[in-house]
């Protein structure tokens, strides 16, 4: 006789219990619920309420994840159900609502969708094909929820002062910002335009001693030659046409603290010179001064330009190059960090959206596969300025590749896959029908209505062009 196997510890421990989620049916049609019941017992724990009372208030205490409701169960204004379905859906954007009534006309089937029911049906409903919609619905949305969870906490921990991006190449951006942070030795931010020379200055001075010292930028390229020299150094009451009093310089208003100067690369040679020299003695003349004043401020510059090439063809001074490129923090362009692009529209989605006060939106696979096969010649604020205008020109919560401009889908296989063969499938006939109106109405437009010409370019005989122009009326 066989010995009986001893059960292991796990073994003769009970299973835990799996949580199942809560589907209320709201109607007064008890046959229903009993077929509906026993479709969703298996998965799901059922509550079943006969009226509207108390039903919002109710689904938010139990953790209710889907409510099955019927718009026209009590009540004597007709269709009551509509109210409440907008107000479930007002409070809980996560919460799987599917509509059910007696009414066959199709505005009723619209007004439900629009007050936010996600699926409507008609009575007698088919119990089985509300179990299965009910179910793919509930996963979906499940994995929306995880995914945007998802998405936030990698937001989070991606992000490093104003910078969004957990890429290799920012991470080593982030550890050369804070190796020379609390120093006070100059930095030179080089970049591309549009990745962010100006985040990386100001995340430099927020985590360095003088954080709450003066932080004063200047963009060279911004001002005309003959205005920079007095915004730098500052200016004595007459010492030139219009100077009615004096007027401290952006330098020695950083005395201090941080000064940050933008486009450094497009000084005149004389400012590079007279900057080298404040950089050496420590102390700045107005212009028609006579007397220096002793400042003391840390030097961040930042440019797009080649320094090393322009010192060779001297138009940058040699000595000044080493003098503010102790250590230099290189930005990456966003074409070598395109795995930083989802976290980037995701930040920006929320940022845009919140700021024109409707709900965030989200992009399709296809439109992100897109925006990741661009090469952002513009970078992050490029990137930038499309969402914003996505979120205001797209209506729809979800953004698709063909909302997407031409130049960005030009460069996506998966956008340009998406537009020829939707997820939902496409009529190849249609498409071919339209294609050759397309081509047709273009040719005689080039020629002038000419049909012999249209044929030639073309590259099709006569005889075909005039029975294809027949065939669709051309």
């Keep these: 006789m066989a010995t009986p196997r001893k059960q292991s ?135 929306t929820v995880a995914r945007e969870w998802m998405m936030q906490r990698s937001l989070e921990a991606s992000r490093f002062q104003d910078f969004v991006g957990g890429s290799e190449p920012m991470r080593l951006v982030y550890d050369a910002i804070q190796q020379v942070a609390d120093s006070s030795i100059n930095v030179l931010i080089r970049g591309e335009s549009g990745t962010g020379k100006e985040l990386a200055a100001r995340a430099v001075v927020a985590l360095s001693s003088r954080a709450n010292k003066p932080y004063i930028r200047l963009n060279c390229a911004a001002l005309p030659e003959t205005l920079i020299e007095s915004e730098l150094f500052g200016s004595e009451k007459g010492a030139f046409t219009g100077a009615t009093e004096s007027r401290p310089g952006q330098i020695e208003l950083a005395d201090g603290g941080t000064l940050f100067l933008d486009e450094i690369a497009t000084l005149t040679p004389a400012l590079q010179t007279k900057l080298l020299r404040v950089l050496e003695d420590h102390q700045v003349q107005r212009l028609g001064g006579r007397t220096f004043r002793k400042i003391d401020f840390r030097l961040i510059c930042a440019t797009n330009e080649p320094l090393e090439e322009m010192v060779r063809n001297g138009k940058f001074r040699e000595d000044l190059y080493y003098r503010i490129h102790v250590v230099p923090i290189d930005l990456p362009p966003l074409r070598e960090r395109t795995g930083d692009i989802p976290l980037l529209c995701e930040y920006f989605l929320q940022v845009h959206c919140l700021a024109n006060g409707i709900p965030v939106k989200q992009l399709a696979e296809d439109a992100l596969a897109a925006l990741e096969e661009h090469t952002w010649p513009g970078n992050v604020r490029e990137l930038e300025n499309l969402v914003q205008r996505l979120v205001v020109t797209v209506r729809r919560d979800v953004i698709g590749a063909n909302d997407l401009p031409s130049r960005v889908v030009a460069q996506s296989v998966a956008a340009q896959e998406a537009i020829l063969v939707p997820e939902d499938g496409t009529d190849f006939d249609e498409e071919v029908r339209r294609l050759e109106i397309a081509l047709l109405t273009t040719a005689l437009r080039r020629t002038g209505g000419h049909k012999a010409a249209a044929a030639r370019l073309l590259k099709i005989d006569s005889q075909r062009m005039k029975y294809l122009c027949r065939k669709y009326g051309v």
């Excluded at 409701?69 to 204004?77: A, K």
């Excluded at 006309?105 to 007698?124: C, I, T, Y």
């Design 9 to 143: 510890k796990a073994e003769q421990e009970p299973a835990p219990e799996v949580e199942l989620p809560i589907v209320c049916i709201v109607t007064v049609d008890e046959d229903f619920v009993d077929d509906l019941s026993r479709e969703l017992a298996p998965w799901c724990h059922v509550e079943v309420r006969d009226s509207y009372e108390g039903l919002t208030r109710w689904t938010r205490e139990v953790g209710v994840a889907a409510v099955l409701l019927s718009i026209d169960t009590d009540g004597d204004e007709a269709f009551g159900g509509l109210s409440v379905l907008n107000e479930l859906r007002r409070l809980n954007e996560n919460l799987t609502l599917i509509s059910m009534s007696r009414a066959r006309a199709r505005a009723v089937e619209k007004q439900a969708l629009e007050n936010g029911s996600d699926a409507h049906f008609r009575s007698p409903v088919d119990v089985d094909e509300l179990r299965m919609t009910l179910i793919e619905i509930m996963r979906l949305r499940t994995e």
